[in-house]
């Protein structure tokens, strides 16, 4: 009980608001929960304790779906996470060496790429190579630690890509 004497109540009701909030939308759409929660708890909350609450979130949610997410895994997946397992802690990094204020803006203006990120036109036909997969695993990794989000690099790529619908054969 000591931890939470260290905030104020309305410290605490805003983490509390945005952790429900954010909940229910990834609840609705099996996404998105960082880019709603983290910006509003660096508000509440040091930044670098709003990045590590949403990661251990995130990771916790995770793990009681690591059954359906391993099953219906791609390749690129496998290495992109590999990639940002490897490349969070230097996010976290440079997190803890920017100021809260400064981090807070950055926090904001990368939850607020993502927005933009959907709007990026469709590629050609072809499936992205090898550096593009990395570049993103880079990104996304980097974007974990400093900002606790993953999504805005990774969703254009996969949004982005042909798709990869299963169509019925004609018999």
């Not at 995130?58 to 793990?63: C, H, K, T, V």
């Amino acid at each position: 009980m000591d931890l939470l004497a260290a905030y104020a109540p309305w410290q605490l009701a805003a983490a509390l608001a945005a952790a429900f909030g954010s909940a229910f939308v990834r609840g609705l759409t099996g996404f998105g929960m960082a880019i709603l929660l983290v910006p509003i708890l660096a508000l509440a909350l040091p930044p670098v304790e709003a990045v590590l609450l949403a990661n251990f979130l995130s990771l916790f949610i995770g793990l009681s779906e690591v059954r359906r997410l391993v099953r219906g895994a791609e390749r690129s997946a496998w290495r992109i996470s590999l990639l940002v397992v490897l490349v969070t802690p230097l996010g976290l990094l440079a997190l803890a060496a920017t100021s809260d204020d400064l981090a807070r803006f950055l926090i904001a203006m990368i939850a607020l790429s993502a927005f933009f990120a959907i709007l990026l036109p469709r590629r050609a036909d072809t499936e992205p190579g090898h550096l593009a997969t990395g570049g993103v695993g880079v990104l996304s990794g980097l974007m974990t630690g400093y900002a606790g989000m993953p999504g805005p690099p990774v969703v254009p790529y996969y949004v982005g890509r042909p798709s990869r619908a299963r169509r019925p054969r004609p018999r």
